[in-house]
């Protein structure tokens, strides 16, 4: 069914502008020690430490840049050690990040469950600041850095905790679902988060005739057409996503038409009307895995099949190269840094992560 309503900040006469992540000085620097900055030369030893990591790579990136990524990515897995450090990392974090440095990798339903199991002192979160966000409310008592604060997300700033206590006015009574995608100020006035893997069956666990559901306008309407809630949304939109258009993708299926289309459910709904499948990235990844197409384009951040054609060499991706510029900005000597200076920690008011966690707690616990 079509949305019932959707909502932006023009619609409230008071709207609070939201603010970008910013750079948190932490308490965690001064507690753990300063390391020595490694050797980043390009060594037979270096060469050998990583030849087994450069293995899952192969295919994606070209042996002339291996002897670039390699020292940082040898020191990296020691610093990891010494810190008692994971990392966890996005699918749309580059390959040589996701394969070769990351502990846990995954869409963000599962690094959100990851993050409340580990046992590590330290969590560096490759991904955008909500991700990171998200490990500490789940896990408080861990460190959490992210290698760039400023990595954020268009979704995520679209709205603020003010924007939704003016929503709860004007909707007295209808419950309120967060994707993810948002900061902890949002998170902590919901009453339910969601990701774009769960997001339907968390609308209708609320037993609602009506639901409010934010950020994201696309993943609303997606949500509306697979269930008889009735969704009020709000016009925030992925940069990434909202780029992709139907014509696109009709002209791959023109050039070929046997091959499979597969899309995020933060596409515009002409985009989801020409794909064989809707999903997250964690589902769209499984779909793959599943059906082995022979040539397939996956529509979302375009690192993700990098991540998927390193590990299935026999799969001719088409990449409409649509690159989220949160996530590139996490990168290997960013990772590096983080791990020695401790740089840079999330710090979330324990009232509002307190509030959050509720949210967020209620999503992770859902059963399927
Ligand atoms: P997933 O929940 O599918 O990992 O998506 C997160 C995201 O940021 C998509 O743009
Ligand atoms: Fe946000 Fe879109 Fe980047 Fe995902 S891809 S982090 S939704 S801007």
């Known amino acids: 069914m079509p949305l019932t309503g959707l909502f932006g900040p023009e619609d409230f006469g008071a709207h609070a502008t939201s603010k970008n992540p910013v750079a948190a000085r932490g308490p965690s620097r001064e507690r753990f020690a ?3 900055a490694p050797s980043l030369e390009w060594t037979p030893e270096v060469e050998r430490a990583t030849a087994h990591l450069y293995e899952r790579v192969k295919e994606v990136i070209p042996p002339v840049e291996w002897p670039f990524m390699a020292p ?18 996005h699918n749309y974090q580059t390959p040589e990040i ?7 990798g995954g869409d963000s339903l599962k690094l959100a469950i990851e993050a409340t199991k580990v046992k590590a002192d330290v969590i560096v979160q490759c991904g955008v600041h909500f991700m990171a966000e998200t490990s500490k409310i789940l896990n408080p008592a861990k460190t959490v850095l992210i290698p760039d604060s400023r990595a954020g997300c268009s979704l995520a700033s679209s ?10 006015e004007r909707f007295p009574g209808v419950p309120v679902v967060a994707y993810v995608n948002t900061s902890a100020d949002v998170k902590a006035e919901v009453d339910i988060c969601c990701t774009s893997s769960n997001a339907v069956q968390v609308v209708e666990s609320l037993g609602s005739d009506t639901v409010i559901m934010l950020p994201d306008q696309y993943l609303a309407k997606y949500v509306a ?12 939109a992925c940069e990434v996503h909202e780029r992709f258009t139907g014509d696109e993708l009709r002209s791959y299926r023109a050039a070929d038409p046997d091959v499979q289309i597969i899309a995020h459910p ?3 709904p002409d985009v989801i009307k020409e794909a ?20 397939v384009v996956m529509v979302t951040e375009c690192s993700m099949a990098d991540n998927v054609q390193a590990e299935l060499p026999e799969i001719n991706f088409v990449k409409p190269c649509n690159l989220c510029p949160h996530m590139k900005r996490i990168t290997l000597p960013k990772i590096l840094d983080s791990l020695l200076y401790m740089r840079e920690e999330i710090v979330i008011d ?14 992770v616990n859902l059963k399927n």
Not at 98 to 104: E, N
Not at 225 to 236: D, E, H, L, M
Not at 282 to 288: F, K, L, N, Q, T
């Open 72 to 89: 940082y990515i040898k020191a990296i897995n020691e610093l990891k050690r010494e810190r008692n450090a994971v990392i966890l990392a």
């Open 225 to 236: 057409s697979k269930t008889k809630v009735k969704i009020i949304a709000w016009k925030g």
């Open 34 to 36: 300063s390391l020595p």
């Open 266 to 268: 933060e596409c515009p």
């Open 159 to 168: 709205i603020t905790g003010e924007d939704v206590r003016l929503l709860r």
């Open 98 to 104: 996701f394969h070769c440095v990351g502990d846990v």
């Open 350 to 363: 324990p009232m509002i992560a307190d509030k959050a966690r509720r949210s967020v707690e209620r999503m």
């Open 276 to 295: 064989d499948f809707t999903g997250s990235t964690a589902h769209m990844i499984d779909w793959v895995r599943n059906n082995k197409p022979k040539r």
